[in-house]
């Protein structure tokens, strides 16, 4: 009987089952040789996307895979599934594990790309995540380790290959007995794997990520809610995400936020504003939205919370249903605050007020 298998285990290059399955800096997978032969040959791209390859750039081991295909390939007596697909993930008691971790959490800021490569190369990553699954003081101190990890292009890569975003996920759901970190190294984390924009859509597509880290920001402590609003951020730079977070009741929680002043909850909401489903939710609440931004206008504790404030308003007030919400704003006295911002010593704040003057003047005429 011939043994049907996975499309996933073929190269997109030679259509043959993987002997050596690698991850390039685009996100897919090729076997080693083949993708080898594409780049000796003069090729800069990738094969599938045809996007530009970094100057630097190297393959990536995806362990994950390789072990997949290892089990599909010999489930026979003599060749049984081997239940630790990594060899060098540690059986040793949890105190040892503990101690490794530290160990490599600081070899790992020591040494640089270099040493967190080789990490990455020998199938670290898979051992990290399991620990990372275990106990409320494994997972900190895993979860720390990964975040330098993620320090890297190519790492961020390798280990969203390696199924960090659940783990990570999974992490943010828990809720330890013990006073950790480790909900809020997860979130960090998130936002180190999202600064490539090539995982931002494939962490939003996570059923959960967004979610939980909406969650975070209405039930989490007060650097929880720093870092949730921080991995939105990063994220809602990819339309898709913008959606997806105003569908999990982001804009109510990031507006309660920005009332009393957690800049990066505004940083959000000014993304939101720039989809039609972010306006659509803040017009439900008009006169509390604009009220929160006109009083970050009038007493902003940062010059760039009163930037995103500004943006935020001329999202809203260009944007469909515009007049409402000018009207609005210049009920709450918003037009005679920005009059003053025109002057500002700040160039972003003086032209960003300027902007939303000539807006809410153009509504009063359309008014």
């Known amino acids: 009987?011939?043994?049907?298998?996975?499309?996933?285990?073929?190269?997109?290059?030679?259509?043959e089952i993987m002997s050596d399955p690698v991850?390039?800096?685009?996100?897919?997978?090729?076997?080693?040789?083949?993708?080898?032969?594409?780049?000796d040959s003069g090729n800069r791209t990738c094969p599938i996307t045809k996007q530009p390859l970094p100057s630097h750039f190297s393959l990536i081991p995806n362990h994950a895979l390789r072990s997949l295909i290892s089990n599909f390939t010999l489930p026979s007596p003599n060749h049984p599934p081997n239940p630790n697909p990594n060899p060098d993930l540690p059986s040793s008691p949890p105190h040892l594990k503990l101690d490794s971790l530290i160990q490599l959490t600081r070899l790992s800021k020591r040494g640089g790309p270099l040493f967190r490569q080789r990490l990455m190369d020998s199938g670290a990553a898979s051992a990290v995540l399991s620990c990372a699954a275990a106990s409320p003081r494994l997972r900190e101190s895993a979860l720390a380790l990964l975040l330098n990890l993620s320090l890297d292009d190519d790492s961020k890569v390798g280990l969203v290959a390696e199924g960090a975003?659940?783990?990570?996920?999974?992490?943010?759901?828990?809720?330890?007995?013990?006073?950790?970190?480790?909900?809020?190294?997860?979130?960090?984390?998130?936002?180190?794997?999202?600064?490539?924009?090539?995982?931002?859509?494939?962490?939003?597509?996570?059923?959960?990520?967004?979610?939980?880290?909406?969650?975070?920001?209405?039930g989490g402590n007060e650097r929880e809610r720093r870092e949730a609003a921080t991995a939105l951020f990063v994220l809602c730079s990819f339309d898709d995400?913008?959606?997806?977070?105003?569908?999990?009741?982001?804009?109510?929680?990031?507006?309660?936020?920005?009332?009393?002043g957690v800049e990066r909850a505004l940083g959000v909401l000014s993304l939101l504003g720039k989809c039609r489903e972010g306006r659509e939710e803040m017009g439900r609440n008009v006169g509390c939205v604009v009220g929160v931004l006109v009083g970050v206008l009038r007493g902003g504790k940062s010059a760039r919370s009163v930037v995103y404030a500004l943006s935020l308003l001329n999202s809203l007030c260009c944007g469909g249903g515009g007049e409402r919400f000018g009207v609005e704003v210049m009920r709450h006295g918003g037009l005679e605050v920005c009059l003053g911002l025109v002057e500002d010593e700040n160039d972003k704040i003086s032209r960003n007020a300027s902007a939303l003057v000539q807006s809410l003047r153009s509504c009063r005429l359309r008014g």
């Not at 996100?27 to 594409?38: A, K, M, N, V």
Request: hydrophobic letters at 45%; charged letters at 15%.
């Open 241 to 260: 995400n913008k959606k997806r977070a105003v569908e999990c009741g982001a804009v109510g929680v990031l507006v309660e936020l920005g009332g009393v």
């Open 165 to 218: 975003i659940s783990v990570l996920v999974d992490s943010l759901l828990c809720i330890d007995d013990c006073n950790c970190n480790s909900r809020a190294y997860a979130a960090t984390v998130l936002t180190s794997l999202a600064m490539l924009d090539v995982n931002k859509g494939t962490i939003g597509a996570h059923p959960c990520a967004i979610s939980v880290l909406v969650s975070l920001l209405s």
């Open 1 to 15: 009987m011939t043994t049907q298998f996975p499309d996933d285990f073929k190269c997109p290059i030679s259509l």
């Open 23 to 39: 991850i390039l800096s685009s996100g897919h997978t090729f076997d080693r040789s083949s993708i080898q032969r594409w780049l």
